[in-house]
Each structure stands twice: as structure tokens, then as C-alpha cells.
């Protein structure tokens, strides 16, 4: 596995964490752009490999998946665990512009 920076490791921490609110049995996905928890997780778990191999994602599909009312809000806020997606969007922010600030210097 590619040494990443701490910031890096943030930003898989989130995506991990993410991953596994989307997992979750009962999760309601009708108002989120994807059918259900396979295909939310296929999306999540490709952003996880392309980072755990050291290279980047778009960083615009990234702020997509967290943005207000994004996929994974809607889901969220269906399936009650609306306070605990804030929390890691809160992280996310953090993480996405430290990360992506650092690339483009």
C-alpha cells in the first residue's frame, strides 16, 4: 500500500466511515440518485481504492456526493442518521480542502 499523507488518510477515513452509514440494512434510498446500498457502495468503494492506490478523485464528484441535498444527505435523512452525515460532511470539508489545496500548490 502507497504511504498517503495525513491529510489523505482523512479523506479515506471519511469515505470509509461514509461507506458503512451507506451499508447499513434499512438504509432508504429512494430520493438519492443511486437504486440501493450495492450500487451506493460500488461509487463509495471506487473513490477508496483510487485514494488507497495514491492518486486523486474528482474532486467535484467528491463534493457532489457531500454536497446539501447530495446523494448521501438524501439517504441520511431518510434512513435517520441525518446528524451523524453532518458531522462526517464537516469532516469531509476539512479533509477535500486541505487535500486538494496541497495538490494544487
Do not use: C, H
Request: charged residues 30%; negative net charge.
Amino acid at each position: 500500500m502507497i504511504e498517503l499523507s495525513l491529510e489523505r488518510r482523512e479523506l479515506l477515513d471519511v469515505l470509509r466511515q461514509v461507506r458503512a452509514a451507506l451499508a447499513r440494512p434499512g438504509n432508504d434510498f429512494t430520493w438519492s440518485s443511486w437504486e440501493d446500498a450495492a450500487a451506493a457502495t460500488m461509487e463509495v468503494d471506487a473513490y477508496i481504492t483510487t485514494l488507497e492506490a495514491g492518486w486523486l478523485p474528482p474532486r467535484m464528484e467528491l463534493a457532489v456526493l457531500f454536497a446539501p441535498t447530495g446523494p448521501i444527505q438524501e439517504v441520511s435523512l431518510q434512513s435517520g442518521w441525518s446528524e451523524e452525515f453532518l458531522a462526517l460532511s464537516d469532516r469531509f470539508d476539512r479533509a477535500e480542502e486541505k487535500v486538494y489545496e496541497v495538490r494544487s500548490r
